[in-house]
């Protein structure tokens, strides 16, 4: 089914966001998140893609494929463009819709390296707006695309940022989930934003369990999203408690989505770190 329908059909629910796992025992951690998750009985379940190449395109399908393993749980895979060659997306897309997928969450990623330049495979995406457009004239996917209530890292004002989206969402995108952000003001001003343009899809909520100060501010700096000062010197002042610091940052993020479903924002997309104990607390809190 397509994730627009479900979206659609539910007044509220969560969604997750898993990572594919490397290893032997993080793929025994990831099947367990995703046992332990289900009770929740999520709306839709999505894969992250890295932006490394094939190799990383190939772990994705292959937690895809676990993850289906949970019958009545709906999966989106993540495709990254910003490696990738247009018939290596072709082959992909066929090889997904083959699975029977309906839904893709289509990124442009961030290169570590020079991208490749076009080449006897075919020219290289270089916006995800390109990549919704590839998918639009290939296949019928319901397509999901990031957005940025804080304005994407590479933008210079929030108006280019708005520009931007708004052809990203124009080439096709069905629906958009949010970037990570801790103080819910920036998501309801980018709601009116991006409704003053015009933009009618569901924009979920991304939400980000703020357990580890250290790893989030890391994060924080190179997405260009702001931890309110208070929380963060709260949790600074806990560095050497772990745990202490674990339990107030998911209080905190068991507020924020009480806030959000306090202000008519009941579906909520989660990034799950993979994390299972974290998610039920919050999930188990906020049901
Ligand atoms: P784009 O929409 O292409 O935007 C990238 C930048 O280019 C922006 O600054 C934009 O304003 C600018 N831009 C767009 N169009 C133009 C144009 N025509 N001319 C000039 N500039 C333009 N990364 C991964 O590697 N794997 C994942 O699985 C993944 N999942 C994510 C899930 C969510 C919900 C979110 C919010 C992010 C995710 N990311 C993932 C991170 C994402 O890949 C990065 O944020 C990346 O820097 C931008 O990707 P995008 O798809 O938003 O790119």
């Given at each position: ?208 369990p703020l357990t580890n100060i250290?790893?989030v ?14 929380i963060?010197?709260k949790l600074?002042?806990l ?5 202490e610091m674990k339990k107030v940052g998911i209080d905190f993020t068991i ?23 974290t ?9």
């Amino acid at each position: 089914m397509k994730i627009t329908k479900i979206l659609e059909k539910n007044e509220n629910g969560v969604s997750f966001e898993f990572f594919p796992p490397k290893t032997e025992s993080s793929k025994k951690s990831l099947a367990l998140t995703v046992k332990t998750l289900m009770k929740y009985k999520p709306l839709y379940a999505s894969m992250t893609c890295g932006a490394g190449g094939g190799a990383t395109r190939e772990n994705t399908k292959i937690a895809v494929e676990m993850l289906r393993n949970e019958k009545s749980l709906l999966v989106m895979p993540h495709i990254t463009c910003i490696d990738a060659k247009t018939e290596e997306i072709r082959e992909l897309l066929g090889e997904y819709k083959k699975e029977g997928l309906e839904n893709i969450m289509a990124l442009r990623g961030d290169s570590s390296r020079e991208s490749p330049k076009s080449d006897s495979l075919g020219a290289c995406l270089s916006y995800a707006r390109d990549l919704v457009r590839l998918i639009k004239d290939e296949r019928d996917f319901c397509i999901g695309v990031a957005v940025y209530p804080e304005g994407h890292i590479e933008t210079s004002t929030l108006e280019e940022d708005v520009q931007y989206t708004k052809e990203k969402i124009d080439a096709g995108a069905d629906f958009a989930v949010t970037q990570m952000f801790f103080d819910n003001a920036y998501y309801y001003k980018y709601l009116d934003r991006m409704k003053k343009h015009g933009v009618e899809i569901p924009i979920l909520p991304g939400i980000l369990p703020l357990t580890n100060i250290d790893k989030v501010k890391e994060l924080a700096s190179v997405c260009r999203t702001t931890i309110p000062r208070d929380i963060e010197e709260k949790l600074i002042s806990l560095s050497k408690r772990p745990e202490e610091m674990k339990k107030v940052g998911i209080d905190f993020t068991i507020k924020q989505c009480k806030d959000l479903m306090k202000n008519g924002f009941k579906k909520i997309h989660f990034f799950t770190l993979n994390q299972p104990e974290t998610m039920k607390a919050i999930l188990e809190a906020i049901s």
